[in-house]
């Protein structure tokens, strides 16, 4: 079945530091990519998506770039500010053309430092 | 527009009472979803519903647990016989109709259970 595999936090960085967290699935086809982020005691929020191969997602700083070939949709922020803190989730929905069954990874929990 | 909304956010329960808790899609959205999140883990997928219609409960464990979404009203996730293991965020999605798939899942702040 399908699955997400990111690395495990928590990932701690000073602020104006760069940020890589990494992010593999398996899965047939072309599925469509997220990266979610939670912030302390809300909901998960869409930060970005790519839905085909070398699309590359962005937002607030934030990028990924849909790898098909290494099945990677690694999340990148040249320079983390502390309100960046918050645990961010990799995630599909399969190439089914119907509904989407999200899978997701554990999460990775970021603490930026002043 | 307002955005997914959940309610209660925080639910405390006893073991063998009954957990209701309560989604209201985004407006114009006819998909809801239904995700649980144990400490430390990330989201798994329970189910899937349109109005009046569950399309996928391959997530949701086959007793204690039911879910609905009627024509009227909101989405309800519905925990019989709560036990300590229930304790858990479950978080609703919705996602407006689907044209050829793929629609984002736009998700509620989650209602936080602890069974005491």
């Known amino acids: ?114 | 527009n307002a955005g997914v909304m959940q309610n209660p956010r925080h639910l405390v329960r006893r073991r063998g009472q009954e957990a209701r808790l309560r989604c209201s899609p985004m407006k114009g959205h006819s998909h809801v979803y239904w995700y649980r999140q144990l400490p430390e883990e990330g989201l798994k997928f329970m189910v899937y519903l349109q109005k009046e219609n569950i399309i996928d409960e391959s997530g949701m464990p086959k007793e204690r647990f039911s879910a609905e979404f009627p024509k009227e009203g909101p989405s309800i996730l519905r925990i019989q016989q709560v036990v300590r293991g229930d304790s858990a965020a479950y978080f609703c999605a919705s996602s407006p109709e689907l044209a050829g798939g793929r629609e984002t899942q736009y998700f509620g702040p989650g209602t936080r259970l602890l069974v005491l």
């Not at chain 1, 849909?66 to 990677?72: N, P």
């Not at chain 1, 645990?87 to 603490?111: N, R």
């Open chain 1, 1 to 114: 079945g399908d699955s997400v595999t990111q690395m495990e936090g928590p990932v701690t960085l000073s602020e104006e530091a760069f940020l890589t967290i990494n992010c593999t699935y398996t899965a047939t086809g072309y599925p469509s990519l997220f990266w979610y982020v939670q912030y302390p005691g809300e909901g998960l929020q869409l930060l970005l998506k790519a839905t085909k191969a070398d699309d590359k997602g962005s937002n607030k700083g934030f990028e990924a770039t849909y790898r098909k070939e290494t099945t990677s949709f690694h999340l990148e922020k040249g320079s983390v500010q502390v309100s960046d803190s918050a645990v961010y989730f990799c995630a599909l929905s399969p190439d089914s053309g119907g509904y989407q069954k999200v899978t997701f990874g554990i999460g990775t929990k970021l603490q930026v430092i002043p």
